[in-house]
């Protein structure tokens, strides 16, 4: 029973100072003077506004990544005490006394410090020495871009954190394999590999480049542990079964999480809400909510209504009607019928309500009890303002000739008869009976005479149109397309006539609960769409950059700017590590392809643990290179010199595998070794200084004059800033 | 996955198979990865499984092998240094002979009887006998009703007229490489068509015009994919009746039918595309004789035929990718093969590149050189190009005119973009309305030649006229301050700190002042690109940039369209970022000068690499231009493989002579699934071999042609289909037809193999015969009904539409979203 007192309890603690002083000095390098500059930095402009967003509990939509990310920012500036109230409109503009700025820094400092330690560890763990992964670690202590970046409300340190904590916990969990599988620490690793992988997307998107990489690795790894036969058929399945939780499940689960925590956190309606549905936005407190709150569920003969586009690109708006006519003849010289213009309006207004009137009845009011719609029935829209009839016919439209005209009806031209008579097919309905709802239906609407589906061109009408977009009746055979989809979003029931006021009254309607109705699913589904689809406007930039000039640092990034004096931050990278960096790349994409030709006529210049413990090295330095910067090739969004930082680092990490692997099997004397010994010194030694020199503009803390600024200069595209005095 | 797979295996069965020298017999040649119908090699199931027969004692001697066990290496008895030896299991045959006769009498006695030579003779001839039967039946239902509808039908429209270009010798513009409208053109031509039919919009009839030659052409091409097919299925598969369903699924394919009727680049795009892989393919199969006369015909046809299908459509990219990777890995096995010397190696290595890099890239060149000497007269493709390519046609006002080639103070002249499609710079007497910018008079693009595109340069500080005999010429260099002032409005180029009308963060550009006397924001700093000192500007061949002097803005075109006040023409900005875009980018075009000697500008002539490269950046920024609106509907590539949608290639009301393009969905369905059950079938048998899963000979043959040819065709499906979805531009379903190539070929091999495998797994010799005959001609049968049933689709309709129920297609239509 009290067996275990019969040994002593010990605690033998092997600590590893290399770690500790390598943190130590990362932890230096990049909290060192973190509340400096007081001022907005660059890219802060565009952060800080999320965070005050989550501080006030506020709706965003921020297309640039999902919002781990924003939430990590916006925790320091939880536990700083933040109150969100700071307006985030100019880089350079003084923080007020209200803003945490230290504690709002800290975190993508902490990471930023912490990327120097994990640099060591993930060389030990691909089985190379210490004084290469000291180096790796020296390395990244001292890449000015880095501390830059670390230093400030960013994200890029916080994902290449992720990153690199991904691909150590899967060489921990890989190392481990050998050993003792199934234990507590290979389970540990595994898992922290998923979870990293999830962070490092859920920061930014580009996150699932080096999770897709963890993931080819892992995948090569298991098929080497199938086509292992001292493994029984269950333990390889149990293996694989393992992983798939661990790399498939669990990071799904983790995004969902961030997304869970997002929209528990910020509930309340803003300033984004209108790219949303409506659905989504009456889940929201306040805004479209509380216009909405309390009106009834059913869509009955007689109620008046307003009608969303769903697409609602360019931008949302409702279906609208106004007193004007189309031009008899339009500038092309087509004619038009001549009748009241319908069009799509994207402000609220009186002009926008439509009453559903029964084809059959006469009344405009909601009979007692009421009679909801249901899909499929046949209704007639009457404009609110003017009582004319929703009407489609074969004209062609104004601006999109191919489609019919829709206007409002008016009866002087005897030639055109009318055709009100809509279909209602809801879209999203669950069986065919179902009744037309508030907010929740997404319905289209058929015309009865031509088949032909009332939809947003996207197209704005000239002046006579009022600038207004164009509505026009498309064939139904053309297929689904969200722009034909309409909601309805306010909604009341008519009761124009007095006496029947009362007994409506008293005939209380459902209410609605919209927020209660649509799940998170729904919601999570609904916004990760729209983070897909928003555009970004205008996309030109100062100093937006190409990928080709990445590699060579022929960019670079002013970020602030002293009020006064020529105190400055600029994001520019080690110049020598960058050089340095991109020749051991091709070094080693040399070697291996040398050493993989030699291999193949059976040469074997390697020993077989030396070989394998390359490639891995170089399927996750130079591969994570790789995924991270080739694919910005193909992105057509706005690129800066920052976005090349990821793909940086494990470039930096490949920089000591290739030096270790010169000096252990190409340089065959002592004295060769030596010699090569002394140049990486030499060379080391070099980028200190650099990083001494560049120092200034990393940290911003020392005014140098307009000639040491010149001198600075060493490339002619980079636009350091010098004060005219 | 899959493909490395196979390629493991292949490697595997490599290496345990002995060297050999070459045996020279007809058995010897070619014959690889056997397959073996279980038990019956002898009993004709008619002409459909002739195939097969011959093949009997083969399959038995490699069961034998088998079942003795891999043999290792080092047993390897050939002549070391051979270097014709066999690879990649291709070798059943030699290795019965090696294995010696007491292996193989074994199975030959199981085996009821080997075929004689007489049935040998009698398969080969089946197999032609169904060649010419599946060729036959592909000409027929191409070339039937070939003349119907009498009118432009879809992109005829384009096309059509890109031929008649040719023939009428007009320079035209166009987003694909120009060989597949020289060859309509070139059919036309020898069809007696005179380029007169003006090809307006679709649905004009053609009358007396004769069309029928640039159809038949394109028919004809169309209908040799369904042969090419065969013959591709039968080299990858050694299978007479995947072959055969191969070619069936093709041929009564309603989609393939329809696009090869009509005057387009698709079935000269797919006829190149089949022709480079079934030469790949036969090439493949000749790797045991390299260097000898068929290999080397077959490697270069494969050369001419990449040519080919890059010359008609940059799609012709993807085969290159798979000949590529075909190649690379062909290479990979052979440098891995020691008993072959380096040099041989290289010697492989030397035959690649010659007709697989060098010899395609000549054709490539060749067709352009032709397409330039061909287009010599100036057409509605000119404004697309820069103005000193624009003096190589015949017709155009650069054309043999001479101008003063250095710019001097008191030219006038016309400002042109450099980037395609934006125009002249251009003022007139309108000002821009009240609320944007500035009151002044506007500055904008236009596209046309025009008197309002002149500008006189003048001194930024004197308003004298520089055009006074009296003063000295003086010339415009780098560097200079100058100002541009608008010959017909006497205002300055002008720009200020007022925002753009639509790009925002640039600054206004107008015209100001009056009779020339302005502010200083009319001084523009000249400046040519790459240039260092104050040298002379050349007329059309400097690259300038105006530099506002005042805000340091760069004089620059958005590309964007004004609203209506500024008659639709394109913005003018002032760009604030001094980054070297096209869009910043200017040349000088007119150019008059009285003081100044002109010169011809023969001596300006483009060399034809510039010519080349221009046209080419030209194409792909057309076709980086071509990107859909938010609004519109578009063809998804997910929509492709399920024939969500089709297209209306001509009508559309229920009076009209209507075509439909949509792929026959019971052969796409089929192909569908077959993809996901190729997957599913691969990934046991990869992951079974992987884990030393022991298979039976037959299974092992079977998964060989499965894994190998196979995993050929699905690479080609998948290179055919994917990249879709990483470009921008704006798709239309006729881009999968490539890839269902691909597929239908696949689904040929599949189901000839699951079948097999079935009917391996039955016990009873009768029921597996009957099972394997029954699967083979239900799926003949099935498809060809279908083809029965769609065939409206593709030979026209008239009649109420399928919605109506009236319609004898409305039972046909099994998705809403087909709309014929």
């Known amino acids: 029973m009290l067996g275990f007192l019969e040994r002593p309890v010990v605690v033998t603690a092997d600590i590893n100072l290399n770690v500790v002083a390598l943190t130590a000095v990362g932890l230096l390098s990049r909290l060192w003077q973190l509340a400096y500059p007081r001022a907005v930095v660059f890219d802060e402009v565009y952060y800080g506004q999320y965070i005050s967003f989550y501080m006030k509990r506020i709706f965003f939509l921020d297309g640039s990544g999902p919002p781990f990310g924003h939430m990590l920012l916006a925790l320091g500036g939880y536990l700083g005490g933040f109150d969100g109230n700071f307006l985030w409109n100019r880089i350079g503009a003084e923080y007020s006394s209200n803003v945490p700025v230290w504690s709002l820094r800290l975190l993508p400092a902490l990471t930023g410090a912490l990327l120097v330690p994990m640099a060591y560890q993930i060389l030990l763990e691909l089985g190379f020495s210490h004084c290469a992964a000291t180096g790796a670690a020296l390395l990244i202590l001292i890449e000015n871009a ?80 199938i086509g292992d036969r001292t493994l029984s058929h269950v333990r390889v399945l149990c293996h694989l079964l393992a992983r798939a939780a661990a790399l498939l499940v669990v990071p799904a689960l983790m995004y969902l999480l961030f997304f869970y925590v997002h929209l528990t956190l910020v509930c309340r309606s803003g300033p984004h809400d209108q790219i949303m549905s409506s659905a989504f936005q009456a889940s929201l407190e306040g805004g479209l909510a509380r216009i909405t709150q309390g009106q009834p569920l059913e869509v009955a003969y ?37 009748q009241q213009q319908v069009t799509c309006y994207p402000f609220k207004d009186v002009n926008n309500w439509w009453i559903v009137k029964d084809p059959g009845r006469h009344p405009l009011v909601v009979s007692n009890p009421p009679r909801p719609v249901r899909h499929g029935d046949i209704v007639q829209l009457v404009h609110g303002m003017t009582t004319r009839f929703l009407n489609t016919h074969d004209v062609a439209a104004p601006l999109s000739p191919h489609s019919q005209e829709v206007s409002c009806y008016v009866d002087y031209n005897i030639s055109m008869p009318s055709q009100n008579l809509w279909r209602l097919d809801i879209v999203n309905r669950e069986s065919d009976t179902e009744v037309w709802k508030t907010i929740l239906s997404e319905v289209r609407l058929v015309h009865v005479n031509t088949s032909a589906v009332l939809k947003l061109s996207g197209a704005h009408l000239p002046d006579w149109g009022f600038r207004q977009l164009e509505v026009v009746g498309e064939k139904l055979s053309r297929g689904y397309h969200e722009s034909m989809v309409w909601n309805v979003e306010e909604h009341r029931y008519g009761k124009s006539q007095e006496q029947k006021e009362r007994e409506l009254e008293l005939h209380s309607p459902a209410q609605m609960d919209v927020s209660r109705n649509l799940s998170f ?61 991109g020749l051991a790349t091709a070094v080693y994409a040399l070697l291996f392809f040398w050493y993989l030709l030699r291999r193949r006529r059976c040469i074997r210049d390697l020993p077989e643990g030396c070989w394998l413990r390359w490639v891995l090295a170089g399927a996750l330095c130079a591969g994570g290179w790789a995924v991270n910067y080739l694919p910005f090739f193909l992105m057509e969004k706005t690129l800066f010199l920052y976005h090349y930082l990821p793909a940086l680092t494990f470039q930096i990490l490949l920089l000591p595998v290739v030096l270790q692997h010169v000096a252990d099997h190409l340089c065959r004397s002592p004295l060769l070794r030596s010699v090569f010994g002394s140049l990486v010194v030499a060379w080391y030694s070099c980028a200190c200084h650099v990083f001494n020199t560049l120092r200034p503009l990393t940290y911003g803390d020392r005014s140098l004059s307009p000639g040491e600024l010149r001198a600075l200069r060493w490339k002619d595209t980079w636009d350091i800033l010098i004060r005219k005095y | 996955m899959l493909c490395a797979t196979s390629r493991l295996l292949a490697a595997r069965t490599a290496t345990a198979l002995p060297a050999q020298p070459r045996g020279r017999g007809p058995g010897a040649r070619c014959r690889r990865r056997e397959l073996h119908f279980p038990g019956h090699p002898e009993v004709p199931l008619g002409e459909f499984l002739a195939g097969r027969l011959a093949r009997s004692s083969v399959s038995a001697s490699r069961r034998a092998i088998l079942r003795r066990g891999r043999m290792p290496p080092a047993v390897g008895g050939g002549p070391a240094g051979s270097e014709l030896r066999p690879r990649r299991g291709r070798c059943g045959p030699q290795v019965t002979r090696a294995v010696g006769p007491d292996v193989a009498a074994e199975p030959a006695a199981r085996s009821p009887k ?79 068509y005179d380029g007169t ?19 038949g052409f394109c028919a004809f091409l169309g209908s040799l994919l369904v042969p090419f097919a065969y013959l591709t299925v039968l080299e990858l598969s050694r299978s007479l009746p995947a072959a055969l369903l191969s070619a069936a699924l093709l041929t009564f394919d309603t989609g393939c039918l329809t696009l090869s009727q009509y005057i387009l680049l698709d079935p000269i795009l797919m006829f190149f595309i089949m022709a480079a892989m079934l030469s790949m393919v036969k090439y493949n199969s000749c790797a045991d004789r390299p260097f000898s006369a068929p290999w080397w015909f077959w490697l270069s046809l494969t050369g001419i035929n990449l040519a080919g299908a890059l010359g008609v459509k940059f799609v012709g990219l993807f085969i290159i990718l798979q000949v590529g990777w075909n190649t690379i890995s062909d290479l990979w096995h052979l440098f891995g093969d020691l008993s072959l010397s380096v040099v041989t190696v290289g010697k492989h290595l030397t035959a690649r590149v010659l007709c697989l890099i060098v010899l395609p890239l000549t054709l490539y060149t060749a067709t352009y050189a032709v397409h330039f000497m061909v287009l010599n007269k100036s057409g509605p493709g000119d404004g697309f190009f820069s103005s000193a390519f624009q003096a190589r046609l015949s017709g155009n006002n650069l054309h043999n005119a001479s101008i003063p080639e250095h710019l001097a103070y008191g030219s006038v002249i016309t400002v042109k973009k450099l980037r395609m499609a934006i125009g002249y710079l251009h003022s007139h007497r309108h000002l821009y309305p009240e609320g944007i910018g500035a009151r002044q008079q506007q500055v904008t693009t236009y596209l046309h030649k025009d008197y309002n595109n002149l500008w006189i340069i003048k001194k930024h500080n004197t308003n004298a006229d520089p055009l006074d005999p009296s003063f000295p010429v003086e010339f415009v260099r780098h560097g200079d301050i100058i100002r541009l002032e608008h010959k017909e409005t006497s205002r300055n180029l002008h720009s200020h700190y007022h925002e753009a009308p639509l790009t925002r963060k640039h600054y206004q550009v107008t015209g100001y002042g009056i009779n020339g006397t302005g502010d200083s924001n009319d001084f523009w700093r000249i400046e040519v690109v790459n240039r260092k000192f104050g040298n002379r500007i050349k007329v059309l061949r400097s690259r300038i940039r105006l530099i506002h002097l005042v805000t340091g803005c760069v004089l620059g075109s958005s590309g964007k369209v004004l609203p209506k006040w500024g008659w639709e023409q394109l913005e003018v900005t002032c760009t604030p970022y001094l980054k070297e875009t096209l869009n910043s980018i200017w040349n000088v075009e007119d150019h008059i000068n009285p003081k100044l000697p002109n010169i011809s500008l023969d001596v300006l002539h483009p060399t034809f690499p510039e010519i080349l490269l221009e046209s080419h950046m030209v ?18 590539p997910w929509h492709w493989p399920i024939n969500y949608q089709g297209l209306r290639f001509s009508g559309i009301n229920d009076t009209d002579f209507r075509v439909y393009l949509l792929g026959n969905p019971v052969v796409w369905w089929l192909n569908l699934l077959s993809i996901v059950l190729y997957v599913l079938l691969g990934s046991i048998i990869a992951i079974a071999v992987q884990r030393g899963a022991h298979l039976p000979a037959e299974v092992e043959g079977l998964s060989q042609v499965l894994l190998q040819g196979g995993g050929q065709l699905l690479l080609g499906w998948m290179l055919h289909y994917f990249p879709f979805f990483l470009m921008g531009r704006i798709l239309y379903f006729h881009h999968y ?72 297609m409305a039972g046909l239509r099994w998705l809403e979203s087909w709309d014929f």
């Open chain 2, 197 to 215: 039919f003006l090809f307006q919009k679709p649905g004009d009839k053609y009358e007396h015009h004769n069309y029928m030659g640039m159809r």
């Open chain 1, 302 to 338: 007689g109620s008046q209504v307003t009608l969303k586009n769903v697409f609602g690109k360019p931008v949302p708006c409702w279906l609208h009607s106004h007193q004007s006519t189309y031009p008899m003849i339009y500038e092309n010289g087509r004619g038009s019928s001549h």
């Open chain 1, 146 to 225: 880095l501390i830059t970046q670390a230093r400030l409300m960013l994200l890029e340190s916080v994902l290449i954190f992720f990153n690199l904590l991904a691909v150590l916990s899967y060489l921990k969990f890989a190392n481990s394999q050998k050993q003792r599988p199934f234990s507590l620490r290979w389970w540990f690793w595994l898992t922290l590999t998923g979870m990293a992988c999830s962070c490092a997307v859920g920061v930014k998107y580009v996150g699932v480049f080096t999770y897709l990489l963890v993931l080819a690795v892992a995948g090569v790894h298991a098929w080497h542990l």
């Open chain 2, 737 to 808: 037809f490539p890839a269902m190539l691909f597929s239908s070929m696949l689904t040929g091999i599949l189901w000839d193999t699951v079948l097999q495998l079935c009917a391996w797994s039955l016990a009873s010799p009768f029921l597996a015969r009957g099972m394997y005959a029954a699967g083979l001609l239900s799926l003949l049968l099935g498809t060809a009904y279908s083809f029965y049933l769609f065939h409206p689709l593709a030979y026209g309709m008239v009649g109420p539409l399928a919605q109506d129920p009236r319609s004898p």
């Open chain 1, 521 to 581: 699913m729904a919601r999570f589904l609904e916004l990760q769409w729209r983070m897909l689809t928003v555009k970004s406007d205008d996309s030109e930039h100062k100093y937006s950059s190409s990928p080709l000039d990445w590699v060579t640092l022929d960019t670079s990034i002013a970020y602030w700017l002293h009020p006064r004096t020529s105190a400055q931050i600029h994001l520019l990278g080690n110049i020598v590590i960058w050089a340095s960096a």
């Open chain 2, 114 to 192: 080997r075929p004689a030579r007489g049935s040998r003779r009698f398969e080969a001839a089946g197999r032609w006998a169904l060649l010419a039967l599946v060729t036959l039946l592909s000409f027929a239902t191409r070339f039937h009703r070939l003349d119907e509808p009498p009118h432009i039908c879809w992109d005829e429209t384009h096309f059509g007229k890109m031929g008649s270009y040719y023939i009428n010798r007009t320079f035209f513009f166009d987003v694909h490489p120009p060989l597949g409208k020289m060859l309509i053109g070139l059919a036309g031509y020898l069809s007696g």
């Open chain 2, 619 to 636: 194409m792909i920024r057309g076709n980086n231009g071509l990107k859909p609106k938010d609004n519109e509907f578009t063809s998804k």
